[in-house]
């Protein structure tokens, strides 16, 4: 259970309703996920998460999948389990194959075991790897 | 400094000298990291870390440069500072332009934000995110 | 579930049983959440974990509820779920309004964003922030 | 080192330059920290990311040496070193006293410990902390 | 829910029943737990973190219950429940008694607070500490 | 550099005096390391957490070496490298060799792989894990 009531449409306040539709004008889907219906017990919160995500989610430089990757990437270090369940969904809904899932798991568990590695090691950072001048 | 001595091509053991060889014949470059010296205190965690990181960000079925970006991220939220310079300085060498760094940080702030928000608002998962059977 | 029996007051040993009673005098409440009935299977960890608690959390220099919000923000970082619940309900108890709930949660967001940042791009730590002589 | 050059003022874009302009005025000195010359690399994400911290620590329902404590609790269950030195000189700077930063210690060690304890023991949530309807 | 399916026995291929084959006679039991049945949708990720997995914890200059107890303590700091349930229950049938258990949590909860007065403090590294030549 | 200054003998009150003697009577030393000194800041603070300390990592059930070892695991996982350092030598001034300190990291790293494993693939605890009544 949620540690805020989950907003439904008809308990939605003109500001929300209006992310809501943004939303579901945005997604082309009548669909508004429980992290919306939660974070709209602050409607200033909602909107400016929802404005945030909509341009770094949007078009860019980065393929919107590997964004998705990404996302997931970060939400399983960080143990999130809603965000890793509705990252991989949006992944898969842009594609993502079984093969590339599992190759993007086996980064993720590569990267976790090399950061352990080199935390308990203390491996001093190579001049190599340092920026001039930075 | 490291918890460790970093091993040395002269104080390097057959073992670690194998496994130094095979890395510089990989990556085409007589450079070693500290990385690589400080687990070369132990010859065996050496050799499994080198072999399954040469599978795990070998050819595959994602990009290298996206492979790169996906453990920066990991990487980003664990905190491993030495992961972060290695891996952002394999990035630019595969091509990852400003523009690509400055929105991989911005997907994962935004993905760190809302793994928070998330967390703290306890957010149930949707019926729609989960795996039929699964 | 646990990976230990959650105590009941009919298995309480002597030694847990004064720690409920305590717990529940300080608190002016009968009710003695899992946390504690887990703790329980562990006499002296009970013990010091319950006192170590009262002293922190009863007066001092910060007000009650401003120590809760703190609570929230450790544990919504560290992803513990049930303490986010736990010191959520405490927060509300002590009078945290939704307002403020909803602010809390935007530092926290916030926080989360700027820190995956710094650590993304590696930071320097400015000398004007260096305490003399430390 | 960063990961990326630090952008001082004869560096700046009129985009950056005006980010910077707006810091100095909002806080009324000429300071720049390196936090917001990292991030200049990016100028859209330097924007998006100062438009949005002068809303959330700005003015509100939580005094702003409470947003500074929370923030320096996130920070510190996060491990960002920088964030921890830049937001308890900003803390210190809106009258944090010793006492005060002891007890904001004390109260995220004592979370910290009760984090783990309840994670290693997986505490099942009371129904008592549930949300009605959530 | 998993984000995979999980690879019942007659839905198993040749190279997923050949390492279900093998954790059988490892264990010298029938069960598969869900971990295993989660990462066949990856045969080679199941075949390389089964290999791995058996010569960590392997026969080794460490106690087998130890090796357990430590991965009950990163797997605490991580907060993964499935890991703590699983290494929880192997350490018990190891012969981890509650006394152990309890001094195991006693030790991961200190450590958790410590590290956190540490982080908080920003305390700088002994010279002591450091190896010579490291 | 540390948040706060670092208590030099002749600086120490008497309440935190008793602490430095009493860490140095316990530990045979005249040694004080520098998370001692910056507690210090607090002598309530101090005393609490060296009482605490003396207790946990006292005589107790698990051998003294296999609690540096869970301590080390326990810093490396939330990336504390004070407590890194100084907790692996005083593991090595307890008689862990380079073998053991090996293993102890490839049980790390283990773990560390399978923890984002684990919570990547979202995998439901096996009920066999669960405890009947707990």
Chains 1, 2, 3, 4, 5, 6 share one sequence.
């Not at 929802?50 to 919107?64: A, E, I, N, Q």
């Not at 991989?88 to 093969?99: D, H, I, L, R, V």
């Not at 976790?112 to 090691?121: E, H, M, P, R």
């Amino acid at each position: 259970m949620a540690t805020v009531p989950l907003i439904q449409d008809h308990d939605a306040s003109t500001e929300v309703q209006a992310v809501f539709d943004d939303i579901r004008a945005t997604r082309g889907s009548d669909f508004i996920n429980n992290f919306w219906r939660a974070l709209a017990h602050d409607p200033e919160l909602l909107r400016a998460t929802w404005d945030r995500l909509k341009v770094v989610m949007g078009p860019g430089t980065l393929d919107p999948l590997v964004k998705e990757m990404i996302y997931i990437a970060v939400s399983t270090a960080n143990g999130c389990s809603y965000c890793i369940h509705s990252h991989t969904a949006a992944a898969e809904a842009k594609g993502m194959t079984p093969e590339q899932h599992g190759e993007l798991l086996s980064v993720i568990g590569m990267a976790s075991t090399t950061n352990a590695l080199v935390t308990g090691l203390q491996v001093p950072v190579d001049s190599a790897f340092e920026k001039d001048g930075a």
